[in-house]
């Protein structure tokens, strides 16, 4: 068994019927791309799609979204099982239209009430769905990439990998657009996960090794309350955070006396000209627990996706390594730590 799990991480799509013609070159492009990196020899075993894949969260977007995965993206990684695409909702997954004024007033409960009063509005089920109904065609479009034994009532998930006898790791599928507008300027420092939801998904977690947690947004973007707890608790839950939204690559540790993790963020695949379109290419060594980020990014001129060698000042040849901390004495460091103490 490879000792590396590889990653693609790709976000923020913004699909919609109105800018079909111009998606063509850069997600045909990355298609064809990412299947130029799996005849190397270097097919992902995950892709990672952290939120946006929808403008608007509507049925026609995500007719849109299926195409592309389905004809482009996984069709160009021979073998690939579709489980193994991991999705989470952005604030664009969301389609505001379907939302009447019980949900909305659900929405601000949840926004100005407590945890306790939120884990209670989402155990009730018909204050669950009132509030989920802005995003069920998302949940829809999710659960074509499930299998019927695990498909999705709610946008956040846990999904536990084994990757050998002694290693397993925990994929943490968070929903930061549970109360999220959609639009920037309203859901800055308005957005909520609650504590509910970080235990439904982390408590099946806690054998798991490497725990690799997918939020569409920044932690900034969560309410006042939140703002710390959540961090707190992906610090010390966590050993990576792969996010969106922001549309710019972006790597940083972020590191206490007790833990650390590492936060990678990847840019906008595609919205529109205004930004870069980048992506991610994530290498765990799960031997020494190095990571290696491979950042990209696509060139008009030339029509091209190119390994991005310009991201940082000390990236001279695109590529990034980290040390990350796992949990539970994964077993190859206990042998090194043994080892080390005899000599
Ligand atoms: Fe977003």
Not at 147 to 155: H, W, Y
């Given at each position: 068994?490879?000792?590396?799990?590889?990653i693609?991480?790709?976000?923020?799509?913004?699909f919609?019927?109105?800018?079909?013609d111009d998606f063509r070159?850069?997600?045909?492009?990355?298609?064809?791309?990412?299947?130029?990196?799996?005849?190397?020899?270097?097919?992902?075993?995950?892709?990672?799609l952290?939120?946006?894949?929808?403008?608007?969260?509507t049925?026609?977007?995500y007719?849109l979204?299926?195409?592309?995965?389905?004809?482009?993206?996984?069709?160009?990684?021979?073998?690939?099982?579709?489980?193994?695409?991991?999705?989470?909702p952005?604030n664009?997954?969301?389609?505001?239209?379907?939302?009447?004024?019980?949900?909305?007033?659900?929405?601000?409960?949840?926004?100005?009430?407590?945890?306790?009063?939120?884990?209670?509005?989402?155990?009730?089920n018909?204050?669950?769905?009132?509030?989920?109904?802005?995003?069920?065609?998302?949940?829809?479009?999710?659960?074509?990439?499930r299998?019927?034994?695990?498909?999705?009532?709610?946008?956040w998930?846990?999904?536990?990998?084994?990757?050998?006898?002694?290693?397993?790791?925990?994929?943490?599928?968070?929903?930061?657009?549970?109360v999220?507008?959609?639009d920037?300027?309203?859901?800055?420092?308005?957005?909520?996960?609650?504590?509910?939801?970080?235990?439904?998904?982390?408590?099946?977690?806690?054998?798991?090794?490497?725990?690799?947690?997918?939020?569409?947004?920044?932690?900034?973007?969560?309410?006042?309350?939140?703002?710390?707890?959540?961090?707190?608790?992906?610090?010390?839950?966590?050993?990576?955070?792969?996010?969106?939204?922001?549309?710019?690559?972006?790597?940083?540790?972020?590191?206490?006396?007790?833990?650390?993790?590492?936060?990678?963020?990847?840019?906008?695949?595609?919205?529109?000209?205004?930004?870069?379109?980048?992506?991610?290419?994530?290498?765990?060594?799960?031997?020494?627990?190095k990571?290696?980020?491979?950042?990209?990014?696509?060139?008009?001129k030339?029509l091209?996706w190119?390994i991005?060698?310009?991201?940082?000042?000390?990236?001279?040849?695109?590529?990034s390594?980290?040390?990350?901390?796992?949990?539970?004495?994964?077993?190859?460091?206990?042998?090194?730590?043994?080892?080390?103490?005899?000599?």
């Open positions: 068994m490879s000792n590396i799990i590889r693609l991480h790709l976000s923020d799509f913004h919609r019927k109105d800018r079909e070159d850069v997600l045909m492009g990355l298609g064809k791309t990412v299947g130029d990196i799996a005849k190397e020899d270097k097919a992902p075993n995950f892709v990672v952290t939120g946006d894949l929808a403008h608007s969260g049925k026609i977007d007719t979204v299926k195409k592309w995965i389905d004809g482009h993206l996984l069709k160009a990684i021979k073998n690939f099982k579709k489980e193994n695409l991991l999705i989470i952005g664009h997954d969301v389609d505001r239209n379907k939302i009447n004024a019980h949900g909305e007033s659900l929405e601000e409960a949840i926004r100005s009430k407590g945890q306790e009063r939120i884990s209670k509005l989402l155990r009730t018909s204050s669950l769905k009132s509030i989920l109904s802005k995003q069920n065609q998302y949940i829809k479009f999710a659960n074509t990439y299998p019927s034994s695990r498909q999705l009532k709610v946008p998930w846990h999904n536990i990998y084994k990757h050998s006898e002694n290693l397993s790791i925990g994929f943490a599928g968070i929903a930061t657009s549970l999220a507008y959609g920037d300027k309203k859901d800055y420092g308005q957005l909520v996960i609650s504590d509910h939801q970080l235990e439904k998904i982390f408590r099946p977690l806690e054998k798991t090794n490497i725990r690799i947690a997918l939020m569409h947004h920044p932690v900034a973007y969560l309410i006042g309350d939140e703002r710390r707890s959540v961090y707190q608790y992906l610090l010390n839950k966590s050993s990576i955070v792969l996010r969106g939204h922001l549309h710019e690559q972006d790597s940083m540790t972020i590191k206490t006396p007790d833990h650390s993790i590492l936060e990678l963020a990847t840019g906008s695949a595609y919205e529109d000209r205004k930004y870069d379109n980048t992506f991610q290419l994530i290498d765990i060594d799960t031997d020494n627990l990571v290696n980020v491979q950042y990209w990014i696509w060139k008009w030339g091209e190119i991005d060698r310009n991201i940082y000042k000390n990236v001279k040849n695109g590529n390594e980290f040390q990350i901390e796992i949990f539970n004495n994964h077993k190859c460091l206990a042998k090194k730590k043994v080892k080390k103490k005899k000599r």
